[in-house]
């Protein structure tokens, strides 16, 4: 990315934690500080819907962090009032989806988005 991309990308964050009080975070390790993934808890541009989402390196899969950060994510939404919390995915996305099982997230409808048919899971 450009310099310019950088620092548009990075207002463009701040912004949304001014403005909705909802942004992302960076998954990090305790034990050593190294960085895992990222998640997020925002509006969806395209539906009326809180979503949260997530990354996390291949090589970090498998090993509960994923699970623990989208817990604590989906307890700071309940803490700012928000009822319903959404996740887009793939379908085919196995692994991710059955996180979200586990999680306590029901399949609620398959939407086109962005020329994209995704799966929208809610809590």
Not at 41 to 69: C, N, S
Request: net charge positive.
């Amino acid at each position: 990315m450009s310099t310019e991309a950088i620092a548009d990308y990075l207002q463009r964050h701040a912004d949304m934690w001014l403005n909705t009080g909802m942004g992302g975070w960076t998954l990090r390790r305790s034990e050593d500080d190294a960085v895992l993934g990222n998640i997020f808890l925002k509006p969806v541009r395209d539906l009326p819907e809180i979503e949260v989402g997530y990354t996390l390196g291949r090589q970090h899969w498998g090993q509960g962090y994923a699970r623990e950060a989208l817990t604590e994510v989906v307890r700071h939404g309940r803490g700012r009032g928000i009822d319903r919390i959404v996740a887009l995915v793939r379908p085919g996305n196995t692994r991710s989806i059955r996180l979200l099982l586990r999680c306590g997230f029901a399949l609620e409808a398959t939407v086109p988005i962005r020329e994209k048919l995704l799966e929208l899971y809610m809590i």
